[in-house]
């Protein structure tokens, strides 16, 4: 089965700091790659789909690429409310797995 | 837009059935792909398995045998039972779903789905 690999594990920026996650897969799975948010306490959320196209009302700060076996998810401008875990998952084949996540805090 | 609901036992004991519904409104259920998600206290998401409108099942394999997914389509519902539960299988559990896409490689059927739709999860707790 193919695993998915994020890093960091956890990062703390300043507001308005750019962020970056990466979202590694064990074997390539084309675009086929969501990234997901999940804030203390609540239901995760779809942000970004096919690797790069972002979900209707996620804000324009957000952003994904890549392709094959490595992706990033990038945050251009930390705002507060953007502290959350967010996970990578690989969705082109069952089993549908997850990234560990990446906590996102404040600094 | 669709909604999911869903409920089932909150506590049980060690070697008992975990079994939990989802109840899908205000969209086409058999467009759907449905799947189950768990995340224990404190740690990620776990992908558990999947059901599709035709009651074709995928499931994770780290569950072997325990698990079974189905679905009743003239209620609009879908369900999961985990048999033989221990405390490692205290999590929040939640309903998705996504409306596939499909490929077709060298003959075979592949379908892929993103979830966009979420349950409010059920928090499950085994303990003797």
């Known amino acids: 089965d193919i695993q998915m690999t994020q890093s960091p594990s956890s990062l703390s920026a300043s507001v308005g700091v750019r962020v970056t996650i990466t979202c590694r897969a064990s074997?390539?799975?084309?675009?086929?790659l969501a990234w997901y948010q999940q804030k203390p306490g609540k239901v995760p959320k779809l942000l970004i789909y096919?690797?790069?196209t972002l979900q209707s009302g996620v804000p324009s700060r957000f952003s994904g690429s890549g392709s094959g076996t490595d992706f990033t998810l990038t945050i251009s401008s930390l705002q507060p409310e953007d502290v959350a875990t967010y996970y990578c998952?690989?969705?082109?084949?069952?089993?549908?797995?997850f990234g560990q996540g990446t906590k996102v805090e404040i600094k | 837009q669709v909604q999911l609901q869903q409920w089932g036992a909150g506590l049980l004991k060690p070697s008992e059935t975990l079994s939990l519904t989802c109840a899908v409104y205000?969209?086409?259920?058999?467009?759907?792909?449905w799947s189950w998600i768990r995340q224990p206290p404190g740690k990620g998401l776990e992908w558990i398995g999947e059901i599709n409108h035709s009651g074709s099942t995928n499931y994770n394999p780290s569950f072997k045998s325990r698990i079974t997914i189905s679905l009743d389509a003239s209620k609009n519902q879908f369900s999961l039972k985990l048999s033989s539960v221990t405390a490692a299988d205290t999590a929040v559990y939640y309903c998705t779903g996504g409306l596939p896409n499909m490929t077709m490689v060298r003959g075979v059927i592949n379908y892929y789905y993103y979830m966009d739709v979420w349950g409010k999860g059920t928090t499950v707790t085994v303990s003797s």
């Open positions: 096919a690797a790069s």
């Open positions: 998952q690989k969705y082109n084949s069952a089993p549908r797995t």
């Open positions: 074997q390539a799975i084309s675009n086929y």
């Open positions: 205000g969209g086409s259920f058999s467009n759907y792909f």
